[in-house]
């Protein structure tokens, strides 16, 4: 009935997917590049250590591929959705904004005011992005008459909302609580309840999609 809508939140659940998978194989990276660091500052092992480095930069290339692919899928997903549900029209024109904030962030010095207002950009411009798909998933259930997807999502849209802008108020935060080690501490323990926040977020988020894309198949 709708397959433009269904084509185009099978990319989005995809790209949503691959993008869980880069933060994964990013962190690893990071891991990698620690244990590398490490083990060079001890002198016990310098090719374990370079091996590590190398294994490492090899994972964050592989990490920059699949965010790419993933930010490609939902900018095709949005697209093919909006052509059936004018929600995702909004959607994209957030993932643009978006856009255009991480791209500041990046040619901002880190820390400096301009550098947190694009990120805020950013981050913002994820939240809207989010709330405007999952409205659109919402008015195709009601669409095809699927009352259980369409009060699922307006339950979850508060929630996922909700979390969003809190973890975005506690990243915030913590990126000015600094100076003393305990302020370094509160501010790590701001950084992990909103990042514990952000997963919990996500997978209601993908579990949507899922749900979306058997309504609609």
Do not use: C
Not at 107 to 116: F, P, Q, R, V
Not at 148 to 166: F, M, P, R, S, T
């Amino acid at each position: 009935m709708y397959p433009n809508a269904h084509d185009g939140i099978k990319k989005i659940y995809l790209g949503e997917v691959l993008s869980l998978i880069a933060v994964v194989v990013g962190s690893i990276a990071g891991i990698a590049a620690i244990i590398g660091y490490k083990v060079s500052e001890a002198g016990t092992d310098e090719i374990g250590a370079s091996a590590a480095f190398v294994g490492g930069g090899i994972v964050v290339v592989i990490a920059g591929i699949l965010a790419l692919v993933a930010f490609i899928l939902n900018i095709l997903g949005i697209s093919n959705a909006s052509k059936d549900e004018p929600f995702f029209r909004k959607a994209m024109l957030w993932l643009i904004i978006g856009l255009i904030g991480s791209i500041a962030t990046g040619m901002t010095k880190e820390g400096s005011a301009l550098n947190l207002a694009a990120d805020l950009v950013y981050q913002i411009g994820q939240i809207f992005v989010t709330f405007y798909v999952i409205d659109g998933v919402v008015s195709l259930a009601h669409k095809v008459g699927s009352s259980e997807v369409a009060a699922k999502g307006a339950k979850l849209k508060n929630i996922i909302i909700g979390i969003y802008v809190i973890s975005l108020v506690l990243t915030v935060i913590s990126k000015f609580v600094s100076g003393s080690d305990t302020m370094t501490v509160i501010a790590g323990v701001l950084a992990v309840i909103a990042l514990i926040a952000m997963v919990i977020a996500y997978f209601m988020y993908l579990n949507l999609l899922s749900r979306a894309k058997q309504m609609l198949a």
